[in-house]
């Protein structure tokens, strides 16, 4: 399975983003993502995770109410919408595929990652 991240860039606090990520190669019919991310100096943190229905959703407590995750399993995509960014949402942004019907913060159900999409908020 390969992920494949896009969407990320510069932008000012306040201001929004788009990530995306597409799964390719022997994805199962039934499959559960997350987003996770890195900051500089600090360990990987989960962001958000979504069932293979769509119906399930899990967020970090920092960014309930400013990010949306969903997904779309004809593209094979998911998604993260970002609102109301601010400077420590700056980090490197992961998607990650799991074959398990897990949308949580453990990273270890989760068998495949993306390469990463930077996300930078300015102050």
């Known amino acids: 399975v390969q992920l494949v991240e896009s969407g990320g860039g510069l932008v000012q606090a306040g201001g929004s983003l788009r990530l995306s990520c597409v799964a390719s190669?022997?994805?199962?019919?039934?499959?559960?993502m997350g987003w996770f991310r890195q900051a500089p100096g600090k360990e990987r943190e989960f962001v958000a995770g979504?069932?293979?229905?769509?119906?399930?959703?899990r967020y970090q407590d920092s960014v309930k109410g400013r990010f949306t995750i969903s997904r779309d399993n004809a593209k094979n995509t998911v998604y993260l919408e970002m609102n109301s960014l601010k400077p420590e949402d700056t980090a490197v942004y992961y998607c990650?595929?799991?074959?398990?019907?897990?949308?949580?913060?453990?990273?270890?159900?989760?068998?495949?990652w993306g390469q990463g999409t930077q996300v930078t908020v300015s102050s």
């Open positions: 990650a595929y799991s074959h398990k019907d897990y949308n949580g913060p453990r990273p270890q159900p989760y068998e495949y």
């Open positions: 190669g022997r994805i199962f019919s039934l499959y559960s």
């Open positions: 979504i069932t293979w229905s769509g119906g399930s959703t």
